[in-house]
């Protein structure tokens, strides 16, 4: 059938615009097609016959074959009337429980029985919605058990729950729906707009970082030509003094000359005068060649080991130490300054609680020798310190402490950071600022506000800061576990041994980057430990 509908189509079809005749006209070869117009216009014949069969067919519905997009693939959801090769479906019937191509579903638009039918989108999953234990259309919703039953299930399995329609719980549910689609909506109009701010804010951020590098090089390169310009005064000045000192010198040099000349002079006068034979010839030009001309001054001539100029170079090595002091010292209050940049304020993360998650933020730490006071004897890479008593053989610095035996690390501590000390007898773990005092009671940490302590001893434990201590309670142990949270402004100090116990935990606000100290006394010792 499907072959000779074809034949038919074939055979009562334009050639030209391949859709079935329209007005068909014959040629002297015998062709036929559509009326069309040609310039030149050949001459057309009404193919009388061939215009009465079209006629026949159109009212017989003979139509042109569904394209190949028209019938249904492997993903689509077939037609379940068509036979043969199926056309995709148009709607599927959730009362049918079938679905049908545009054709096949013409008997639902037109007769009364399906009126009550519901269509929807074509589905593949329509088995879905029969009761597996009764074979019928669940059309209910039981809201005790939250699922959807068929009539029988109502009256059975689910016999005095609450029930309602399946209709109803989707007006319902199509509520709720719109309810979340506007919440959702809302959500993101405020993303939106707080996408806009943060870009907002990531060029304000870009504006202000490039305007910071740019005014920073401006008083750097200040800075430098200030240097520059005392640099060319000291060597003008140098070259200054350097000309007039020479230029007196060489004064006194051609003096010198000169006098030696006239010496050697004199004294060939006087060596003539010596030979001369005639005794009265003698002594008459004897008072005239014997009278010597005054000595050129040679006091000012003071022959000794001269420093010269070396003075000078000593005071402007002293000046580089003391710009070397001001620049480490005001990095404290840069460096903060450019860290505290906080564009987005996020929520800290945990504390850690077992000692295997403090160990991730573990980090090694070093003694600065430069800090340690000078009866303090470090070892073990610089991460012992031990309290001798007897001075030891340590350079000149600024940074040293003074009065107490302390000392500081030689890094500085921000972000997460987690450390261990092992000690004997008595010491004091300490976090500090690098600007806190060198000598004098200040100096002591705890007691000022750029330093936190904890003061372990073998009986007691106690914490200071700024001059107010507070006693703390904990298990004795040798080694004691530090916890800084810089942003976060946690500080956290552990007693470890078999267990991890918090002993005292600090929340503040740090300004400054932060430097481990340990403070010791005589014969006593403690130690950086290496964690892992």
Partial sequence: MAQRDQLDRETFSCSICLDL??????????????????????????????????????????QAAPADHCYAGPEDVACDVCTGRKLKAFKSCVVCLASYCENHLQSHYESPTFKKHKLVEPSKKLQENICSHHGRVMEIFCR????????????????????????????????????????????????????????????????????????????FTQLIRLLQKRSSDVKQQIRSQQETEVSGVKELQEKLQQEITELK???????????????????????????????????????????????????????????????????????????????????????????????????????????????????????????????????????????????????????RCYWEVEWRERVFVSVTYKNISRAGRKSEFGHNNKSWCLDCSSNRYAFRFNKIETPVSGPGSSRVGVYLDHRAGILSF?????????????QTTFTQPLYAGLRVYYETTAELCKVK
């Fill in 265 to 415: 002079r004199k004294d060939a006068e006087l060596k003539q005068l010596s030979h001369t034979e005639d005794h009265i010839q003698f002594l008459h030009n004897y008072p005239s060649v014997s009278q010597l001309s005054e000595p050129t001054d040679s006091s000012s001539i003071n022959i000794r080991p001269l420093r010269y100029f070396e003075d000078v170079t000593a005071a402007v090595s002293e000046l580089r130490d003391k710009l070397q002091d001001i620049l480490r010292d005001e990095w404290t209050n840069i460096s903060p300054a450019v860290t505290k940049v906080d564009v987005l304020l996020s929520q800290p993360e945990p504390e850690p609680k077992t000692r295997a998650e403090f160990l991730k933020y573990s980090c090694e730490i070093t003694l600065d020798p430069n800090t340690a006071q000078t009866q303090l004897l470090l070892s073990e890479g610089n991460r012992k310190v031990d309290g001798t008593g007897q001075q030891q053989s340590y350079s000149r610095h600024t940074d040293r402490f003074i009065d107490y035996y302390q000392v500081l690390s030689r890094e500085s501590l921000t972000g």
């Fill in 21 to 62: 005749l329209k007005d068909p006209v014959g040629l002297p070869c015998g062709h036929s097609y559509c009326m069309k117009a040609f310039t030149p216009r050949p001459v057309l014949k009404k193919n009388t016959m061939l215009a009465a069969l079209v006629e026949q067919l159109k009212k017989t519905g003979l």
């Fill in 494 to 506: 552990y007693s470890i041994s078999e267990t991890m116990t918090l002993l005292h935990r600090v």
């Fill in 144 to 219: 005790t058990d939250q699922q959807i039953i068929c009539y029988l299930c109502s009256v059975d399995d689910h016999k005095g729950h609450d029930t309602v329609s399946a209709t109803a719980e989707r007006t319902e549910r199509q509520r709720e729906l719109e309810v979340s689609r506007l919440n959702i909506q809302q959500r993101i109009q405020d993303r939106k707009k707080d996408v806009k701010l943060l870009q907002q804010e990531l060029e304000a951020v870009s504006r202000s970082a490039d305007k910071a590098v740019e005014d920073s090089e401006k008083i």
